[in-house]
C-alpha cells in the first residue's frame, strides 16, 4: 500500500512499506541520524546491510512494520519503525 503525497513545496514523495531490498538505503539514513548523537542511542549503524535486514524481516515477522519515504528519482529520505512488544 503505497501513498503519494505533495510536500507544500511541490515534491512528490511516496510512503510505503519497507522490503528487505530498502536495508541499504534505511541503514544510510540510520547512520546519518545517529551520527547527530542527539536523536539515536548509538553513534553508527554498525550492524551492516545484512543487520538491517533481518530488522525488518523479523518486524515483520512480529507484527510490527517499518515504513519508508522514497523521493521520486528512488532515495530514501525518511524511514519509520512501529515494533510490537510486550
Avoid: C, K, S
Amino acid at each position: 500500500m503505497d501513498h503519494r503525497l505533495t510536500l507544500d513545496d511541490g515534491r512528490e514523495v511516496t510512503i510505503r512499506t519497507a522490503t528487505e531490498g530498502d536495508a541499504f538505503g534505511v541503514l544510510v539514513l540510520i547512520d546519518a541520524v545517529a551520527r547527530e548523537r542527539v536523536y539515536l542511542l548509538n553513534t553508527e549503524a554498525y550492524w551492516g546491510v545484512e543487520g538491517q535486514r533481518e530488522w525488518i524481516r523479523a518486524l515483520h515477522r512480529t507484527g510490527g512494520t517499518m515504513l519508508v519515504t522514497e523521493a521520486p528519482e528512488g532515495a530514501l529520505v525518511a524511514w519509520a519503525d512501529l515494533a510490537r512488544t510486550n
